[in-house]
T-cell receptor, first 112, second 113 residues
Framework: KAGVTQTPRYLIKTRGQQVTLSCSPI?????VSWYQQTPGQGLQFLFE???????NKGNFPGRFSGRQFSNSRSEMNVSTLELGDSALYLC???????????FGSGTRLTVV | EDQVTQSPEALRLQEGESSSLNCSYT??????LFWYRQDPGKGPEFLFT???AGEEKEKERLKATLTKKESFLHITAPKPEDSATYLC??????????????FGKGTHLIIQP
């Protein structure tokens, strides 16, 4: 059974640029959530998508956005990158969003 | 605002030395409490979900328990391969549905041979 797949694994971007990260959930999972992990703040919830609709949103600025496609694959976009956006971005999928989440290995974003 | 506090931040044990990790939480309405383990360079790996006070779950050397204010992860006779960061998270009930997970900072566990 394939797990949650995130691409790319590593990314280096320059301050001011934008970036798009991709997540393919486990087959049959309709909920996809995104989290940011940093040494200082730990894991923080960004947003959740279910059946192509944003269902929940964390406390992050509007530069962080996402979307979900009809096949449940999801993308996350960060515009106007700042140095503080350097982090591990994790995607997690679930059948319903209330039955436990399976995480991917993450995308390590470095902003220089 | 939902909050999760884990203690201790770090714990070093000898192989076979049992111990417990603590997770204290405040949440408006608890949908579930989750335990994950995370190895360096990897995403969190699901261990348990607990839904109500008094509930207990076990898996190999791990046992998770839940009260109305905290959860414990008991590790019995740990082995070096149990070394990892253990994360606790709560999910709140909101508007008939469930919110995103609120995580604690984790307990970094090292088991020495």
């Amino acid at each position: 059974k394939a797990g949650v797949t995130q691409t790319p694994r590593y990314l280096i971007k320059t301050r001011g640029q934008q970036v798009t990260l991709s997540c393919s959930p486990i087959s049959g999972h309709r909920s996809v959530s995104w989290y940011q992990q940093t040494p200082g703040q730990g894991l923080q919830f960004l947003f959740e998508y279910f059946s192509e609709t944003q269902r929940n949103k964390g406390n992050f600025p509007g530069r962080f956005s996402g979307r979900q496609f009809s096949n449940s694959r999801s993308e996350m976009n960060v515009s106007t990158l700042e140095l503080g956006d350097s982090a591990l971005y994790l995607c997690a999928s679930s059948r319903t969003g209330s039955d436990g989440y399976t995480f991917g290995s993450g995308t390590r974003l470095t902003v220089v | 605002e939902d909050q999760v506090t884990q203690s201790p931040e770090a714990l070093r044990l000898q192989e076979g030395e049992s111990s417990s990790l603590n997770c204290s939480y405040t949440v408006s309405g608890l949908r579930g409490l989750f335990w994950y383990r995370q190895d360096p360079g990897k995403g969190p790996e699901f261990l348990f979900t607990l839904y109500s006070a008094g509930e207990e779950k076990e898996k190999e050397r791990l046992k998770a328990t839940l009260t109305k204010k905290e959860s414990f992860l008991h590790i019995t006779a740990p082995k070096p391969e149990d070394s990892a960061t253990y994360l606790c998270a709560v999910q709140a009930l909101i508007g008939g549905g469930a919110d995103g997970l609120t995580f604690g900072k984790g307990t970094h566990l090292i088991i020495q041979p």
